[in-house]
């Protein structure tokens, strides 16, 4: 029996604790607002991280070769990351987002399904390709959060209600994002040594992988040099989103994909 026709169970547990603790932020008693969302919502996370190290035992391999198996892995970060950010700054509408999405990346997965199976080509048989994925989903899940700021920032510019904690948060979300970002392509290159022989060969997937490293840190340039511009890198940092999601999913619908060794992903 194929594992993954669990998956539709384990989804709806998870996104029916998601929906109970977005349901829980409403409610006026303070002490359920916070413990009682937090604890409802990492149950959620729980589920489908449980589903996640099942599907492996099964697979016999990570489920991280798919561009349907890192958006599994998407919806299990995601929630985290939201849950870390209201326990540390109380921000309801921040979680409330982290779980709306991996809900939605769930329905996506359930939408269009891979074909799971346990075949793993020789080039990510490396101990290389576990972290470097992992931390690249980790830090997707991040800068995935820091571009709900930039938006709700830019448009509380254009309401004229803007805040600098606005961008305080996203600074942090950024910093942690990019380190995770550098982390993901130090163990990249580590992973091409020993796949194909040299540690960076311009393939497209690398480029737009670099070119989305250099985004968030001209976002991070520009916080440093000129803090007055508050605007101008809220744009900065939604367009750096624009081009991390072409990396992730768009690079495949590009002609420069025929070339690229990172094929395996479709």
Known sequence: MNFWEHFPIYALIAASFWGLSMALQFSKNKQINISGTTIIASLGALCLLAFTIQLWIHLERPPIRTLGETRLWYAVFLPVVGIAAFIRWKYKWLLSYSLLMAILFLFI????PDTYNKSLMPALQSIWFIPHVLVYIFAYAL????????????????????????LQLANNVVYMGLGFLTLGLLFGALWAKEAW??????????TWALLTWLAYLIYIHIRYRHPGKKQAALWILALSFVILIICW??????????????????
């Open 143 to 166: 800068l995935g959060v820091s571009c709900i700021i930039s938006v709700w920032g830019l448009y509380q510019f254009h309401r004229r209600q803007f805040k600098d904690v606005y």
């Open 109 to 112: 997965t359930w939408r269009n």
């Open 197 to 206: 022989g040299h540690y960076w060969t311009w393939d497209p997937k690398e």
């Open 249 to 266: 999913f768009g690079m495949n619908y590009l002609p420069s994909a025929a070339q690229s060794v990172h094929t395996y992903s479709n």
